[in-house]
């Protein structure tokens, strides 16, 4: 997964190469099962997240509004 991401195109897997690993991937995983651990740097959704989500969505919706008000205005005819 980290080498999808290498800051150099021409390091980063081929399609082959990424199909050839997940068909890898699928064979072990029956024979492997999957541990999830805890981390530490993973903490609990505090209030002020979602209060940050309900203003960004407020942003959001006004933009929207905005948006179609303009579009509205530039469709209409204009009264002279």
């Known amino acids: 997964m980290q080498k999808c991401w290498h800051f150099d195109p021409s390091e980063r897997p081929t399609a082959v190469e990424l199909q050839k690993n997940i068909e890898n991937i699928s064979v072990k995983e029956p024979c492997s099962k999957t541990k999830i651990m805890r981390s530490s740097d993973i903490g609990p959704i505090t209030t002020n997240n979602l209060h ?3 203003l ?3 942003m959001i919706k006004s933009a929207e509004s905005i948006m179609s008000l303009l579009d509205y205005s530039t469709k209409s005819p204009q009264i002279t």
């Open 52 to 54: 940050k989500n309900s």
């Open 56 to 58: 960004l969505s407020e």
